[in-house]
């Protein structure tokens, strides 16, 4: 273990049995013959005494030597250790957050049994979310996507400068034959486009990374699209010069929290090559400035590159918050099975904390009227190649609308199975003078929940769930104003 995590769990420990035994710091140092400020100092984490002075501390505390010194904790510092010895603190980067480690051990040594109720509460979430340690992590990179608005000048910069290096025109289409000339000339690349296809057990993924040998194996069920992402990737973890990678994409496993923020660094690199910033500003500003949106223009938009329409919304929420000011959105991906009614949310990015798709609806009914749901019904019904639709979503309960724009496609690996990206921005002074068509009647608004079991919409004709939490909050309400009314009767 790190040597700052054993001095702590030692004070930890020491300033339990200290306060068990009904003693102050003062009353110790009495007993002990050790001075108060070094016990202080002990108990916060600082220092960690030589052994003749632990045997002082445990012949006056009445506890074993090997009690003492063990990495052990009792029952109410348990989940405490277990972070701790966990190296959790040490896999994440707190620094990304502007949080100093020596802080948090402060905060923990400061109140030891305050924080391990917080630590027993998350702990305790998280079982019931079945929520994982890739899980933490993923939401940590989330967080810090959120945090930063989901653009990052440091990599916009990079692509800029690996554009003229390598002289990729920006201003043209991008093939994943131009990017491949650079993996195999500059960076010795040898690509296999055949290993795949012999292993069954593989069909769930896109590419293998061989460091060894600079082997890519990639699938042959993509399109050109998805190979050149594949690509820019590569790129991005030798022009970027990473070295903490994942090896295959989709990804089967991490080892460490450097892995999944380097593999996002990666994927924004690449996709911010693929899909340039002044390119995609311009086709927006030409969207915004018409009266009436036109879905045939955003759909030559999405054209304009050789990105799956997900690339390109994904794109926006960096795009969006930069150069349009437009920092309240979401961003959503849905997968669903033909001939079910089976909705999973499987990704979701929120740079305002407060807008309500969110996944931990757990064993709940998504709103069926959400555009996100509707293209997916869409391209299952009528087995086309994409789906796109548009609507302000109107979130009554919240005093909220949201302009939200969706497309649905086939998931290129699974049959009978497809997936729809969306993403929603909220409807504000800022967006009314950026969008000159957000007031043509030609839009439709319509009023969303965010599940059934939670939603206020009345006579709904695609509700698949009673909505059962509002009515256990009636009925509370309800029984609370009855003896509310009983206790004034008999007040009297």
Known sequence: MEQDYIKLIFGLKLKQIRTDRGLSLFGLSKLSGLSKSYLNEIEKGKKYPKPDKIAALSEHL????????????????????????????KEIPLELFGIQ??????????????????????????????????????????????????????????????AKTYQVDLSKKITSKELEDILVEEYGYHINNDELEAHSELDNLRSIYVPKTKTLLITKGIDDAQRSFIYAKELAYNYLKIEERLYTFSWIKFDNFDEVLNNFYASYFAGALIIPRESLVENLKQVFSKKRFNSKEFLSLLSNYNASPESVYQRLTNILPKDFKLKNLFFLRFSHKQDTDDFSLNKELHLAKHQSPRASETDEHYCRR?????????????KSDHEFDIQISDYATEEKQYLVLASATKDPFRDNRYRSVSIGIEINSQF????????????????????????????CNVRKADPVFLERKKKETDTEKVVKAIQEKYSQ
Request: proline share 2%; charged share 25%; hydrophobic share 45%.
């Open 62 to 89: 009445e506890v074993g030597y090997d009690d003492l010194v063990s990495l052990k904790l009792d029952k109410n510092l348990a989940p405490i250790g277990e972070i701790l010895q966990s190296k959790l603190l």
């Open 101 to 162: 480690e020596s802080t948090l051990i402060d905060i923990i040594s400061n109140a030891p049994a305050k924080v391990n109720a917080f630590i027993s509460t998350i702990i305790e979430i998280a079982r019931n979310y079945n929520f994982s340690r890739e899980n933490f992590f993923l939401a940590s990179v989330r967080s810090f996507q959120e945090a930063n608005n989901n653009y990052f000048e440091d990599l916009e910069q990079e692509v800029l400068k690996f």
């Open 370 to 382: 959400w555009v996100s749901i509707k293209v997916l019904k869409a391209i299952s019904e009528n």
């Open 432 to 459: 009314q003078r950026r969008a000159n068509f957000l007031e043509h009647r030609g839009l439709k608004t319509v009023h969303v929940g965010v599940t059934c079991e939670r939603c206020a919409i009345v006579n």
